[in-house]
């Protein structure tokens, strides 16, 4: 499944906040293995974007990059070049969940359980890469 940097971020962020739901084993199971899929690459990711980031902030006379209120700051005069490489990494396609571990939409009908929490139409976007309406064994 090619991706970009950006999509790899998004997708592992939602699938975080989907993961932590009340859900079916099976569900559950596949939402844990594509996340660990992905884990590595968006780790990866991260810190190549903060060392980017960090490369284009304005530095205190340590050599440090400044932080202000928790962010980066880049001056002005440096943002568009900064902007640039920035969209250009974020947007670098990459080739992640080869081993994608797909899940019958039948198990979604197990949702209905009151055991279970509800799953979103936008949860169910988020899922739709991994959900298959063929029989699985």
Partial sequence: MNLTFKDISELYDKLRSISIKKLPFKISYAIS???AGI?????II?????KLIEMYADKDETGKAVINNGEYHISEEIQPAFANE???????KTDVLK????????EFDKLEDSRYDALSAADMTV???????????
């Fill in 46 to 50: 991260e810190s190549n974007r903060i």
């Fill in 33 to 35: 293995k594509n996340m």
């Fill in 99 to 106: 081993d994608i571990s797909k899940i019958n939409i039948s």
């Fill in 39 to 43: 884990e590595q690459e968006n780790k």
């Fill in 127 to 137: 899922l739709s890469f991994m959900i298959s309406e063929e029989k699985i064994q």
């Fill in 86 to 92: 920035y969209n250009e990494f974020m947007n670098t």
